[in-house]
């Protein structure tokens, strides 16, 4: 019973750079800055437990 509630608690987004449209996969749960790609824009920072978005999200994955 407590494996089945703990599946699936954290997500990976897809993520759309808002400078320049690039979109890229990160991990919900982050614990290092992610920048862009193709520009290098701050697009999400660590706090802990979920990361604090710049970008909006595309697109959701379980």
């Known amino acids: 019973m407590v494996k089945a509630a703990r599946e699936n608690r954290s997500k990976f ?3 759309r750079c ?3 449209s690039n979109e890229q996969i990160i991990f ?3 614990t290092s800055v992610i920048e862009c790609a193709s520009c ?3 697009l ?3 706090t802990g437990g979920k990361v604090s978005l ?3 999200i595309v697109e959701t994955f379980e």
């Open 13 to 15: 987004l897809k993520i």
């Open 18 to 20: 808002p400078d320049c």
């Open 28 to 30: 919900e749960k982050a």
């Open 40 to 42: 290098g824009k701050i």
């Open 44 to 46: 999400a920072e660590p």
């Open 54 to 56: 710049k970008a909006e």
